[in-house]
């Protein structure tokens, strides 16, 4: 219920701001607010087709949307991650040892992370935070997250101007897509905690 309601929220601000509520939908949906993409940009597919919005417009705002928000998340993981994992990591079964392989991760395989993680339901929403702990070079990280996003948000548009009226549909297929993938994350995080456990026994009985 809450959430139908931020979608429907959101449509009508963008119906009667335009660009800059584009923008600022994005930003929000690059972060962890639950504004899906797959509900934004169909319908402002639907407004190209209205006259209402230009192609380069949208292109140009919502991308630039999916930069700004990309861009918090990553400074939040930035300035905030290490600390936060060292106050509170042993709650959350995150230690010095997972930071290390965070930072390694981002250096060897970030660019080709971020520019997938555009295309997948909810790890978009999450990726630049531990792209940011991981202190990810930042001229890789806004070129891997222009490129994905523009891809993305041009894709979701381009559905909406082939549905027009119709633009919603988008969003109730790819709502059960976004489950799927929740429930695979869940399993992904429930294997992580018994690998974590398993080594930690493993090494308290050395």
Do not use: C
């Not at 509900?39 to 230009?54: D, K, W, Y």
């Not at 991760?105 to 909810?122: A, D, Q, Y």
């Not at 990810?136 to 996003?149: N, S």
């Amino acid at each position: 219920m809450i959430f139908e309601y931020i979608s429907e929220l959101a449509v009508r601000v963008l119906e009667f701001t335009g660009y800059p509520a584009l923008s600022v939908l994005m930003a929000f949906e690059s972060m962890i607010f639950p504004i899906p993409s797959e509900l934004v940009m169909p319908f402002a597919g639907f407004l190209i087709v209205e006259g209402r919005f230009s192609w380069l417009g949208v292109i140009a705002f919502s991308t630039l949307g999916t930069i700004l928000g990309s861009l918090i998340s990553y400074y939040i993981g930035y300035f905030g991650g290490h600390r936060f994992i060292k106050r509170f990591g042993r709650y959350f079964l995150l230690d010095d040892a997972e930071l290390a392989w965070t930072e390694q991760w981002f250096n060897k395989r970030g660019s080709i992370t971020i520019f997938i993680s555009r295309f997948v339901p909810v790890v978009r929403h999450l990726i630049s935070i531990p792209a940011g702990i991981g202190k990810m070079d930042m001229k890789k990280f806004i070129l891997y997250t222009t490129a994905g996003g523009m891809i993305w948000n041009s894709f979701l548009a381009y559905l909406g101007v082939i549905l027009k009226e119709n633009w919603a549909i988008v969003h109730d297929y790819s709502s059960q897509i976004d489950i799927a993938v929740i429930i695979i994350f869940i399993l992904f995080l429930a294997f992580f905690v018994y690998k974590h456990i398993k080594k930690k026994n493993s090494v308290m009985q050395i």
